[in-house]
């Protein structure tokens, strides 16, 4: 051995060695529940937001032939939020419609908007009195399918939710 790879006075390097493996493991496992506790927004300050999806109903329009050529189409909708931090309903979308729009009705009719905020602890209602999805192009719907929509949060992100087509003149 080089006297440099002396270990010192009465120690082999194999003592040595197994002298460093306990705290190398105690380390590793350390940072491993550190990491799943980050992954799992434990830590810090970072709040996951949780929504919740009550009711998701998508009126049939009535028996017209002009119904059946996909005019617009208006989809309602319970949304709480479960935590503590406010949010926003960003947008929409369904493979049952062109496009998904979200919009605040008015006396002179629909108007778009950007984004509705749900708060914190709070509920936000989607229907036919105040703010809605309207479906733009929507494909022929019967009563009793099931329509699916995907909801679009700044901070929940992504909300799947299937929405019940109920008969013309219910909710």
């Known amino acids: 051995m080089t006297p440099a790879a002396v270990p010192g006075p009465g120690r082999s390097l194999g003592e040595l060695a197994r002298a460093g493996l306990a705290p190398l493991v105690c380390a590793a496992a350390l940072i491993a529940l550190l990491s799943g506790w980050v992954l799992a927004g434990g830590a810090g300050t ?34 709480r939020n479960l935590s503590g931090q406010p949010d926003e309903l960003l947008s929409a979308r369904s493979p049952a419609a062109a496009r998904v729009e979200l919009g605040r009705r008015r006396a002179a009719g629909l108007a778009a908007v950007t984004g509705f905020p749900v708060p914190a602890h709070g509920t936000l209602t989607l229907s036919p009195f105040g703010s809605d999805l309207v479906l733009i192009g929507a494909r022929p719907l ?3 399918e099931t329509v699916p929509l995907t909801l679009v949060f700044r901070h929940a992100g992504q909300v799947n939710v299937n929405a019940t087509v109920t008969p013309p003149g219910s909710p």
């Open 46 to 79: 970072i709040t996951r937001v949780r929504v919740e999806v009550t009711l998701a109903a998508v009126p049939a329009q009535a028996f017209t032939a002009r119904a059946a050529a996909g005019r617009t189409t208006p989809a309602y909708l319970v949304i």
């Open 142 to 144: 019967q009563a009793g």
